[in-house]
């Protein structure tokens, strides 16, 4: 059985690069269809939640997705779009805490 605690800096970065992967099709995707430019910053936290995915409890890795719109326009279907593939598509994320800022 994993360590819960356990937290090595590879697996960090492999998370990131994956989550990073996620974020850039997405924005990539917005950008086209609103001709606007949205920056961003992603923190993996060692911190695991407990969360359900499907029928099941899962407990895994909580991370900070941090979004700068321009011009104080929040796009809250964005930031729910980006929460929802990063969990669907990185196994070991199940939490995505966003902080949005212009």
Do not use: W
């Not at 900070?64 to 070991?92: G, H, M, W």
Request: with cysteine; hydrophobic share 30%; proline share 1%.
């Amino acid at each position: 059985m994993e360590d819960v605690h356990s937290f090595d800096k590879e697996e960090q970065q492999r998370i990131a690069v994956s989550v990073n992967e996620v974020v850039n099709r997405e924005l990539k995707s917005y950008k086209e269809k609103h001709n606007t430019e949205i920056t961003y910053h992603i923190l993996v936290d060692n911190v695991r939640s407990v969360g359900v995915q499907g029928d099941e409890r899962t407990y895994k890795r909580c991370m900070e997705l941090k979004l700068k719109f321009p011009n104080n326009l929040v796009d809250y279907d964005l930031v729910a779009r980006l929460s929802t593939s990063i969990t669907n598509e990185v196994s070991e994320i199940n939490r995505v805490l966003c902080d949005y800022f212009s």
